[in-house]
């Protein structure tokens, strides 16, 4: 069994800065791409980073410069900085892993969903 926890959403003011972390733990062999995903009301899921198991990154043009993915693999955790939020960088974010478990052949966990809110 293999679960990814979120933590560290909240709500912020415009220009604020907020750290989303996402532990995975459970029956894990290797973790390779971890990511973040964003879905506002009324839209479809998005992609806003990714991190390979060699530290490759790659980003959303709407987050580039503002937000930083990052990854501990020692304790199996993915994070995501963000900074210079704006009113439009409210949604739900989501964690994603491709994990190979000693369970599973590799496929993808996610997240339960943290709420990231940008209002004054």
């Known amino acids: 069994q293999v679960q990814l926890v979120e933590s560290g959403g909240g709500l912020v003011q415009p220009g604020g800065s907020l750290r989303l972390s996402c532990a995975a733990s459970?029956?894990?062999?290797?973790?390779?791409?971890m990511g973040w995903y964003r879905q506002a009301p009324g839209k479809e899921r998005e992609s806003v980073a990714g991190?390979?198991?060699?530290?490759?990154?790659n980003y959303a043009d709407s987050v580039k410069g503002r937000f930083t993915i990052s990854r501990d693999n020692a304790k199996n955790t993915v994070y995501l900085q963000m900074n210079s939020l704006k009113p439009e960088d409210t949604a739900v974010y989501y964690c994603?892993?491709?994990?190979?478990?000693?369970?599973?052949?590799?496929?993808?966990?996610w997240g339960q969903g943290t709420q990231v809110t940008v209002s004054s």
């Open positions: 994603n892993a491709n994990i190979r478990s000693f369970v599973s052949n590799v496929r993808d966990y």
């Open positions: 459970g029956s894990i062999l290797s973790i390779n791409a």
């Open positions: 991190i390979t198991s060699g530290d490759s990154t």
